[in-house]
């Protein structure tokens, strides 16, 4: 069974940065779709950026030029480097994997922003 684990989060003020991780027990070489999700509290879970297996990544406006998502293939891992922290990044962060037949989500890493 793959599993997806982040780690990285925690409690930063408004301007500071943050780089959240996800380990993938499977090898991500081969995966079709990847990204980054969160869930504001009170709120519903929201896209932040999605990467394809070409390479494309579709942000979500509210994180343009602020956050940045990479990959390292040989060690399973990805990540989001977020930076200049808003109050309103305030929220559960998720990593998600998917391959040929499988789905996969972590359960979730929180991040608090502070004013």
């Known amino acids: 069974q793959v599993q997806l684990l982040e780690s990285g989060g925690g409690l930063v003020q408004a301007g500071g940065s943050l780089r959240l991780s996800c380990q993938s027990s499977?090898?991500?070489?081969?995966?079709?779709?990847m990204g980054w999700y969160r869930q504001p509290p009170g709120k519903q879970r929201e896209r932040v950026v999605t990467?394809?297996?070409?390479?494309?990544?579709d942000y979500a406006d509210s994180v343009k030029g602020r956050f940045t998502l990479s990959r390292d293939n040989a060690k399973n891992m990805m990540y989001l480097q977020m930076n200049d922290l808003k109050i309103e990044d305030t929220a559960d962060y998720y990593c998600?994997?998917?391959?040929?037949?499988?789905?996969?989500w972590g359960k979730g890493n929180l991040v608090t922003v502070s004013p």
């Open positions: 499977q090898n991500i070489f081969n995966f079709k779709k």
């Open positions: 990467i394809t297996a070409g390479g494309s990544r």
């Open positions: 998600n994997a998917a391959w040929e037949s499988v789905d996969v």
